[in-house]
């Protein structure tokens, strides 16, 4: 992957992560509280998190000082 297509694969992620936060907290606000379903969201926006850090990390040249 280039860079361009590294810094598209992660705004796609940002946006599914800011997604997963909507959906975590309405989730949470529910009267009934699907417990595994709300544990499944969050593995889900750890998994982009670490993702998305991957990707961060390629993006930014290593610099030795």
């Known amino acids: 992957m280039d ?3 590294l810094e598209q694969r992660l705004g796609l992620l940002r946006i599914e992560h800011r997604d997963l936060d909507d959906a975590i907290a309405a989730l949470a606000t529910a009267t009934h ?3 595994l379903q709300l544990a499944r ?3 889900r926006k750890l998994r982009l998190r670490d993702e998305m850090a991957a ?3 390629q993006l930014i040249p290593d610099i030795i000082a």
């Open 3 to 5: 860079e361009s297509d």
């Open 33 to 35: 509280l699907d417990q």
């Open 41 to 43: 969201l969050k593995r």
């Open 55 to 57: 990707i961060e990390d």
